[in-house]
């Protein structure tokens, strides 16, 4: 079934937005009064494009359709989320809202991107909407605080959960809600350091990114402290550091004015800091740093990484039949590609690895059953690299079983760029005991799954590279 989503402002948070619902599968109509919107919102996809389908081992769903249009009753129609982006002016968002309670249809969310409103404020004037606050950018950070009436939010986080995110529903309204409230108490202590000449602006940065930064990205604040604690654990850390609340460290509630010459500084000293790079570049840098770190945490099922897991885990299982059997379908990101401008070599053995634990779980030999202290291990791979595969290609493996037969599964990857056979790779594994460390024959159920496959695939031609030695001629 198609959805669609229509976004009413195309900033930088709009054209998130966009992004976030276009390449998980959703039509999505925009409208946008400035002139240059198109070219904007273009620009975030692009990065979009390239960074979010590379926290996945799985291809995203083919993108929907995407559409610009000069009226906003023509975007809402039809829609099934309303996202207002609009600049955080109050008169603004009634004005806007209004429109949009008249346009949307009438089972369709309505969200706002609001950083600060609560959403009494926001409807004060009669018209529906909740809070729906995201965190730039949209397309890759998956936190979004929800709140307002109570179904509308458990409604919209079936929704954001679909498409890949976190939703927090907040259990009373509040002024700048939760993140927001986190982020003003530490901006409030940032400029009085650069005000009070304590600090500059990129050592500052440095503080957070090179400390507590790291932490806070896997475990918070709270579970930080509870490792602080060691092992007497949160009690024994608030006993011993609850006083110091209590001292002069911080100005929480005091703003240093805001004066020309502290606009001067700060602007100055971010210029020295990073001016030599433009914002589109600094933009792909925070993304490629944030893909990073995101499949960090993905691979420990830690924070935002879980919810990456968790959304691809409900992707659609891939075909298999009788015939090759499709086990990887995925996009290049850019941290697979060397100084050659390719994919690594690396990298195919990365995508044969994964084609072979996605054909260990369709005989059975999958999470579950590694669980019970069986599992395969490689003993031989033989790579043929055939053609380049550059950053953002979409490969697909195909594989073939060569043998099934007491303790080997002989398998044969091929690595396509649509119809171009970029490379091959022949494995070799062994049954094992995780116990023992030695192989065995696999148990009933998984030796009879791949015998099955294996015979069937006999009626397959026999693939040219199978059985090569290194430096043999087609």
């Given amino acids: 079934m198609t959805r669609k989503a229509a976004i009413i402002g195309g900033g930088v948070i709009g054209g998130g937005w966009a992004a976030r619902f276009l390449l998980n599968g959703w039509d999505v109509a925009i409208f946008d ?3 240059e919107a198109k070219r904007k919102i273009g620009e975030v996809i692009d990065g979009a494009r390239r960074s979010l389908p590379a926290l996945y081992d799985r291809a995203l769903p083919p993108e929907g ?4 249009h000069d009226g906003l009753d023509d975007a809402v129609a039809g829609a099934n ?65 929800l709140v307002g009436d109570r179904d509308q939010c458990a409604k919209a986080d079936s929704i954001l959960r679909d498409i890949g995110m976190r939703p927090l529903t907040l259990r009373k309204e509040i002024d700048a809600h939760i993140a927001d409230r986190l982020l003003e108490a530490v901006w409030r202590e940032c400029l009085w350091l650069v005000t009070d000449g304590i600090a500059t602006t990129e050592e500052i940065d440095d503080a957070i990114r090179m400390g507590f930064g790291l932490r806070w990205a896997q475990m918070g604040i ?66 490629d740093n944030l893909v990073g770190i995101l499949r960090a945490l993905r691979r420990n099922q830690a924070g935002a990484g879980k919810v990456i897991a968790d959304h691809e885990a409900g992707f659609p299982p891939l075909p298999h039949s009788d015939q090759l059997i499709e086990t990887v379908h995925r996009v290049v990101p850019s941290s697979w590609t060397d100084y050659n401008g390719h994919m690594n070599e690396a990298h195919y053995l990365e995508i044969g690895t994964q084609a072979t634990d996605r054909m260990m779980e369709i005989v059975g030999a999958g999470p579950d059953y590694i669980a019970r202290g069986k599992s395969y291990f490689t003993v031989e791979n033989h790579i043929s690299y055939l053609a380049e595969a ?51 024959p696999p148990e009933g159920e998984v030796a009879e799954a791949l015998a099955q496959l294996a015979t069937r695939h006999t009626a397959l031609p026999r693939p040219d590279q199978a059985g090569r030695h290194v430096g043999q001629r087609a």
């Fill in 390 to 440: 550059k950053e953002g290609a979409t490969l697909r493996v195909t594989t073939q079983v060569l043998a099934g037969e007491g303790k080997k599964m002989h398998l044969f990857h091929r690595i396509q760029n649509g119809e171009t056979l970029v490379a091959t790779m022949e494995t070799m594994l062994l049954h094992v005991d995780l116990d023992s460390r030695r192989s065995c």
């Fill in 65 to 68: 359709s995407l559409s610009f």
């Fill in 33 to 35: 009064p400035d002139p």
């Fill in 81 to 145: 989320w309303v996202q207002e982006s609009v600049p955080e002016r109050l008169d603004l968002k009634h004005k806007v809202l209004a429109k949009l309670d008249q346009a949307a249809p009438v089972d369709a969310i309505i969200g706002s991107s609001t950083s600060g409103f609560k959403p009494s404020q926001l409807t004060a004037q009669g018209a529906r909407a909740i809070v729906a606050h995201p965190f730039n950018p949209v397309y890759l950070l998956p936190l979004v605080e």
């Fill in 222 to 287: 709270f579970e930080t402290y509870r490792v602080a604690g060691g092992e007497a654990g949160m009690k024994h850390f608030m006993e011993q550091f609850g006083p110091a609340l209590s001292w002069p460290w911080t100005k929480l509630m005091d703003v240093p004015e805001f004066t020309p010459e502290l606009v001067d500084l700060i602007a100055t000293q971010s210029d020295r800091q990073s001016g030599q790079m433009s914002i589109r570049q600094l933009e792909r840098l925070r993304d």
